[in-house]
């Protein structure tokens, strides 16, 4: 069975930096795509950053570009989300996702498999 567990979540300060893994129980998942999702208090699941499984094609949501990176290294069968200069409404529970569709959809629907989630939240 796979399993996704996330860890690098915690509180920072607007402007702050925070770094996410997420590691795979079965090396099998890291050869197609990876991604991270986020959902806030009252708000859907929001898609955020992806990469495919050879990590040249790397997408991320508008509000997010010029301050995440998302990068894998599949020897260690592991995904990392680098976030730099946080802000308050980046505040969110922070999912690892992979399998399904959702590189071309960009939906959470789309998703097979899914990590427990990591807090993270940037104070003002």
């Known amino acids: 069975q796979v399993q996704l567990v996330e860890s690098g979540g915690g509180l920072v300060q607007d402007g702050g930096s925070l770094g996410l893994s997420c590691v795979v129980s079965r090396r099998t998942v890291t050869t197609g795509a990876m991604g991270w999702f986020r959902q806030a208090p009252g708000k859907e699941r929001e898609f955020v950053a992806a990469i495919n499984w050879s990590g040249d094609n790397r997408y991320y949501t508008n509000s997010v570009k010029g301050r995440f990176t998302i990068s894998r290294d599949n020897t260690k069968d592991t995904m990392y989300l680098q976030m730099n200069s946080l802000k308050p409404e980046d505040t969110a529970v922070y999912y690892c996702?992979?399998?399904?569709?959702?590189?071309?959809?960009?939906?959470?629907?789309?998703?097979?498999?899914w990590g427990q989630g990591t807090q993270v939240t940037v104070s003002s």
């Open positions: 996702a992979a399998g399904g569709r959702f590189m071309q959809t960009m939906d959470f629907k789309d998703v097979a498999y």
